[in-house]
């Protein structure tokens, strides 16, 4: 089969090439940089690029401006602009195509869910955020950027395709910058404790099931809509944090407070609400439909992970 993935030099897109080229599919990736092996797109605008999409079977597209970073609004207006702009172009591309794509993946996030200590969020039942008491005003420009981001897809004209939101935890790969390697870096330096009591929820995913969950969806035509990619077992940040340091062979976690956390992720240009904010997911409908995950704990997939080499 042949595979587009508009945003794919990502460590999410990297191992999803290391994934499916082996197997014998065609995987075109599409990038904003001029890089060696990849088709050249500006992720606004229709282009030479949008012959790719023509005849291909999948469209995954991964595009977006990392969240990894403070949320001036600059970096707002950049991380909404460039899901929205790149969603729209790839569903005129679909619409345009000759022979269009079966398949629209199109990346989401479990960020849309509300922040919470209490039961899980699933595709059905789960709450929206947005409206929760006791947190940050500015949270609420996440969820907003990513319900832009749906709309973007559900009201893309493309009846011969079926369309899939792919609402991803944090996926864990062996690579180079990756937010395993930078956890499993700050674990080794001994700061790899609790955070802020360490109650709040870390829903995750190992990369080789998300490769799979891909595949899982490629075949089953019934399945469209909001999907969670995403482990069975999320854990607290306190557990996820431990086993993590018990995997490494590391023995000392330093806690942090949450105005620790304030001081450090601004020192290190990012956001606390990636670390603050409970994450409480599910993956309802993979596991209804019968699909089987390699890593449903996280003492495997941390395990795994740890014993493969840094790639890149």
Known sequence: M??????????????LVRWLRPKGHEVVVLSRRHEPGCVWWDGRSLGAWSDEINGADVVINLAGRTVNCRYTEEHFKEMMDSRVDSTQVVGQAIKQAAQPPRLWLQS?????????????????????????????????????????????????????????AL???????????????????????????????????????????FCRAVEFLTDREDLEGAVNICSPNPVTQRDFSRILREEAGVKVGLPASSWMIEIATRLMKTESELVLKSRRVVPRRLTEAGFQFLFPKWEEAARDLIARPIVG
């Not at 955070?195 to 709040?200: D, E, M, V």
């Open 2 to 15: 042949k595979f587009v993935i508009p945003g794919g030099t990502g460590h999410v897109g990297a191992a």
């Open 108 to 164: 989401s996030t479990a960020t849309i869910y509300a922040h919470t200590f209490g039961e899980p969020n699933d595709e059905y039942d789960g709450e929206i955020g947005g409206n929760e008491k006791g947190v940050p005003a500015h949270w609420k420009r996440s969820i907003a950027i990513a319900e832009a981001w749906e709309e973007t897809l559900n009201v893309a004209d493309t009846p011969g395709t079926r369309k899939v």
């Open 167 to 209: 609402r991803s935890a944090m996926t864990m790969s062996p690579d180079r910058g990756s937010v395993f390697e930078t956890l499993l870096s700050l674990t080794k330096k001994g700061l790899g404790g609790p955070i802020a009591g360490g109650r709040q929820y870390v829903s995750w995913i190992h990369a080789d099931d």
